[in-house]
């Protein structure tokens, strides 16, 4: 981070009703990168305790079982508690915090809305919604995103498409890269000593693939032996019927389902792997999605199978790290995944010159500095700002 930028004692509190406090967005990346800059930074969010972490204190809520609950009770555990900590600046990442975030900024407090996501598109794609209602909550996710453009003292977009919904003097993209640091904090196993080990890690639906990752690897073209290693869960509240209907398929018999880990098991399990799985269906807000797990992927140093979507083509060939294929054809992503099986030297290649991509291209530290200077920017009562896209 640039000098100019390592200051300040103010007190900043994120605060987020669906994510966990160790998010990699929220926590390693956003949150660790402002309290190395000098910031006091408190996480409000749904954890088992609160504790202090990196420099970082996370404010436990109880944790919602249900979206209702989340969207209830959990909201005004997190309302009281972010207003309890009595923050310089608030951080929110969700659409449900917009409306507190609105309340704050008429008391006279500088407010940050993290757009995570393109929220009319993404409303489209949410399966637990009935059909019928979503074009109506889509068009009233638009109205709410432009609230938050015009009331919010500032907006933080993770990728360039998500900002243009926002005024761009108040707009900073900050997208998800990986830390540096991070890609070598584990030491990786040796490329030529690992099994025959796929990954995917994340949220498994349907929409991000999980149907045909399991078919594909069902398929008497890939190896025998090879496995398909899962962290992760059946959506943030369970989706019983999707996991019978994989759990009772053929290929689950070849899948190590591990469920949710954290951070350094993720890294761990990355490094200890051959292959990194990103089959997204071509649903509209996946199409210039930018997410985590891709760039975590090549600063793991392992190829990868994606979806062919042009922006990851762009990134994926354009860097020489990975294969895309169509991700709703089966065959097609087992014949990609046992080429690369078959030939660990092409394998091991791609995932350096992915490793390469993220130090040269995709880290985080620009990102960091982009966040930093929105902070800047507030504290010092200058909220215009120049977007700049990478």
């Given at each position: 981070?640039?000098?100019?930028?390592?200051?300040?004692?103010?007190?900043?509190?994120?605060?987020?009703?669906?994510?966990?406090?160790?998010?990699?967005?929220?926590?390693?990346?956003?949150?660790?990168?402002?309290?190395?800059?000098?910031?006091?930074?408190?996480?409000?969010?749904?954890?088992?305790?609160?504790?202090?972490?990196?420099?970082?204190?996370?404010?436990?809520?109880?944790?919602?079982?249900?979206?209702?609950?989340?969207?209830?009770?959990?909201?005004?555990?997190?309302?009281?508690?972010?207003?309890?900590?009595?923050?310089?600046?608030?951080?929110?990442?969700?659409?449900?915090?917009?409306?507190?975030?609105?309340?704050?900024?008429?008391?006279?407090?500088?407010?940050?809305?993290?757009?995570?996501?393109?929220?009319?598109?993404?409303?489209?794609?949410?399966?637990?919604?009935?059909?019928?209602?979503?074009?109506?909550?889509?068009?009233?996710?638009?109205?709410?995103?432009?609230?938050?453009?015009?009331?919010?003292?500032?907006?933080?977009?993770?990728?360039?498409?998500?900002?243009?919904?926002?005024?761009?003097?108040?707009?900073?993209?900050?997208?998800?890269?990986?830390?540096?640091?991070?890609?070598?904090?584990?030491?990786?196993?040796?490329?030529?000593?690992?099994?025959?080990?796929?990954?995917?890690?994340?949220?498994?639906?349907?929409?991000?693939?999980?149907?045909?990752?399991?078919?594909?690897?069902?398929?008497?073209?890939?190896?025998?032996?090879?496995?398909?290693?899962?962290?992760?869960?059946?959506?943030?509240?369970?989706?019983?019927?999707?996991?019978?209907?994989?759990?009772?398929?053929?290929?689950?018999?070849?899948?190590?389902?591990?469920?949710?880990?954290?951070?350094?098991?993720?890294?761990?399990?990355?490094?200890?792997?051959?292959?990194?799985?990103?089959?997204?269906?071509?649903?509209?807000?996946?199409?210039?999605?930018?997410?985590?797990?891709?760039?975590?992927?090549?600063?793991?140093?392992?190829?990868?199978?994606?979806?062919?979507?042009?922006?990851?083509?762009?990134?994926?060939?354009?860097?020489?790290?990975?294969?895309?294929?169509?991700?709703?054809?089966?065959?097609?992503?087992?014949?990609?995944?046992?080429?690369?099986?078959?030939?660990?030297?092409?394998?091991?290649?791609?995932?350096?010159?992915?490793?390469?991509?993220?130090?040269?291209?995709?880290?985080?530290?620009p990102q960091g500095d982009r966040l930093l200077g929105l902070y800047a920017r507030l504290e010092s009562g200058d909220g215009r700002l120049a977007v700049s896209h990478v």
């Amino acid at each position: 981070m640039t000098d100019a930028m390592t200051h300040k004692a103010l007190k900043v509190c994120h605060v987020t009703t669906v994510h966990d406090p160790l998010d990699d967005r929220i926590f390693y990346r956003e949150c660790v990168t402002l309290a190395e800059a000098g910031y006091r930074v408190v996480i409000v969010a749904p954890a088992a305790s609160s504790e202090v972490r990196a420099g970082v204190s996370l404010r436990a809520i109880p944790r919602p079982s249900r979206r209702m609950q989340r969207m209830t009770s959990t909201l005004w555990s997190a309302c009281r508690a972010a207003v309890d900590e009595n923050a310089d600046l608030y951080h929110v990442h969700d659409p449900e915090l917009l409306p507190f975030g609105f309340v704050l900024r008429l008391f006279g407090k500088q407010v940050i809305y993290d757009a995570h996501e393109d929220l009319p598109d993404d409303v489209m794609a949410k399966d637990w919604i009935p059909g019928w209602l979503r074009a109506p909550v889509a068009v009233l996710m638009g109205l709410l995103t432009r609230l938050s453009g015009e009331i919010c003292s500032g907006i933080v977009a993770a990728n360039p498409r998500i900002a243009r919904r926002f005024p761009v003097f108040k707009t900073a993209i900050v997208q998800n890269f990986p830390r540096i640091s991070a890609a070598t904090s584990v030491a990786a196993e040796d490329y030529a000593d690992r099994p025959q080990t796929l990954v995917y890690v994340g949220s498994i639906t349907r929409i991000r693939g999980i149907i045909q990752m399991i078919d594909a690897l069902a398929r008497p073209v890939v190896p025998r032996d090879a496995r398909l290693v899962i962290a992760g869960s059946f959506g943030t509240y369970g989706d019983p019927e999707l996991e019978q209907s994989v759990r009772s398929s053929t290929g689950w018999q070849r899948v190590d389902f591990l469920g949710w880990r954290s951070h350094t098991d993720v890294r761990a399990l990355l490094q200890s792997a051959r292959v990194g799985l990103l089959l997204f269906h071509p649903e509209k807000p996946h199409i210039e999605a930018q997410p985590t797990k891709l760039f975590e992927y090549m600063s793991a140093g392992i190829p990868i199978v994606a979806s062919d979507f042009p922006l990851w083509r762009e990134i994926l060939e354009g860097a020489g790290c990975g294969l895309v294929v169509d991700p709703l054809d089966c065959d097609a992503i087992a014949r990609a995944i046992a080429s690369l099986l078959a030939d660990p030297q092409r394998a091991e290649e791609m995932g350096r010159r992915g490793q390469q991509a993220v130090r040269s291209r995709y880290g985080w530290e620009p990102q960091g500095d982009r966040l930093l200077g929105l902070y800047a920017r507030l504290e010092s009562g200058d909220g215009r700002l120049a977007v700049s896209h990478v």
